[in-house]
Structure formats: structure tokens, C-alpha cells
T-cell receptor, first 111, second 115 residues
Framework: QQPVQSPQAVILREGEDAVINCSSS?????VHWYRQKHGEAPVFLMI?????EQKGHDKISASFNEKKQQSSLYLTASQLSYSGTYFC????????????FGQGTTLQVKP | GAGVSQTPSNKVTEKGKYVELRCDPI?????LYWYRQSLGQGPEFLIY????????DSGLPNDRFFAVRPEGSVSTLKIQRTERGDSAVYLC?????????????FGPGTRLTVL
């Protein structure tokens, strides 16, 4: 089951904050966040694991509510380079890396 | 060090033809993943390998799709009797080991167009 991301798109001015949400109907073991710019490969941002461990980017934060099967990505003081499409990928068990991606959230940061 | 590489970067073929897409993962990464991405969508899981064996091929859409990784490094995705609906960007990723807690590094993709 594909996770649902919201919002679908957001436009910001430089320096503004944004939150992107990812919600699943299935139990999750981990949530992975990626950013993809047009015509490029997805780039890893964060992993959030069941139990609270996090790995990733020091300028981007995220949360994972295991009980609600939801994750949120927090982009603060946005920069022009933050523009792109953000995807969450969910993993249902610890012994697989099979990612099920959401449909994406397009972020545009304007000067 | 070198990242994940994929060849060709673009492939145009005619309906009914056979194509092979190649992925060269990061050296030392035992897990290799194939995804397919259509325009405006998130990547869709196809198959992943741990070493030489396919650990999960549940995402392959039908028996026209097949993938191998004979020596546990380079992988080839093979598509027989291509259809227009197969047109997409095929992404390969690798991780140090399979598992929910390991980041996957993506290659630049192969854009497949079936005419």
C-alpha cells in the first residue's frame, strides 16, 4: 500500500519553513526521505527507524510516529537549493530494504 | 568514490523488441534494488538482490521482466517483448546491506522509451 504524502505541492519564499507529511495504512519499521530534482536521481536525506533512531542530514529534521504510522519532514529557513520533489519511502519490516514510495511533494522555493 | 552507474542513460526501442538495462552498484554494496519511475510518480519497487540471489521480486509486473546479478555486483534488468506502457525511467540503487535501516544510493537512471 502506497503511503500518502501531503501537501502535493508547496511554494515558499527563501527563509520560510515547510512541513511535509507521510502517512501509511500499514505498520512501518522505517521511513526514508529523499529529494529529487528534475531529471536527476533521488538523493538520500533521512532515515527514521522504529525505536527512535535517526540517520541523515544535519540541516533537515524529521519525526516518526510509529503508532500513527506517520512521518513528517521539517524544512526550516528554506534555501533555493531545497527546491525539488520530496518522497517518503516506507519499509514494513526490519529484514528488507524494499521501499514503497509516496507520490511525492513538489517544493518550490522562490527568492 | 564512484557512485551507482547505469547504462545506457537513454534507450529508445520499438514495441516488441528486447532490451537490457545495466546497473553497476557502489563497490562493496551487497544489496541492489531496481525501481521504475513514471512521470510525476514516486519510484515503484521492482526487485532487489542480496548478493547474487533475488531476495524479493514481488514488484516485477509480469514474466516479460527478468533481472540477474550473476557475480553479486553488476545487475542487468531484461525486458522482453517491450510494450509502450514499459516506457519509464528505470532506477537502480544499492546499499551496504539489505535492511530497513540502510540508506539506498540511487543511480542516474535509464530512460526507456518504447515507440
Amino acid at each position: 500500500q502506497q503511503p500518502v504524502q501531503s501537501p502535493q505541492a508547496v511554494i515558499l519564499r527563501e527563509g520560510e519553513d515547510a512541513v511535509i507529511n507521510c502517512s501509511s495504512s500499514k505498520a512501518l519499521y522505517s521511513v526514508h526521505w529523499y529529494r529529487q530534482k528534475h531529471g536527476e536521481a533521488p538523493v538520500f536525506l533521512m532515515i527514521l527507524l522504529k525505536g527512535g533512531e535517526q540517520k541523515g542530514h544535519d540541516k533537515i529534521s524529521a519525526s516518526f510516529n510509529e503508532k500513527k504510522q506517520q512521518s513528517s519532514l521539517y524544512l526550516t529557513a528554506s534555501q533555493l537549493s531545497y527546491s525539488g520533489t520530496y518522497f517518503c519511502g516506507t519499509v514494513g519490516s526490519s529484514n528488507t530494504g524494499k521501499l514503497i514510495f509516496g507520490q511525492g511533494t513538489t517544493l518550490q522555493v522562490k527568492p | 568514490g564512484a557512485g551507482v552507474s547505469q547504462t545506457p542513460s537513454n534507450k529508445v526501442t520499438e514495441k516488441g523488441k528486447y532490451v537490457e538495462l545495466r546497473c553497476d552498484p557502489i563497490s562493496g554494496h551487497t544489496a541492489l534494488y531496481w525501481y521504475r519511475q513514471s512521470l510525476g510518480q514516486g519510484p515503484e519497487f521492482l526487485i532487489y538482490f542480496q548478493g547474487t540471489g533475488a531476495a524479493d521480486d514481488s514488484g516485477l509486473p509480469n514474466d516479460r521482466f527478468f533481472a540477474v546479478r550473476p557475480e553479486g555486483s553488476v545487475s542487468t534488468l531484461k525486458i522482453q517483448r517491450t510494450e509502450r506502457g514499459d516506457s519509464a525511467v528505470y532506477l537502480c540503487a544499492s546499499s551496504l546491506t539489505p535492511g530497513a535501516g540502510y540508506e539506498q544510493f540511487f543511480g542516474p537512471g535509464t530512460r526507456l522509451t518504447v515507440l
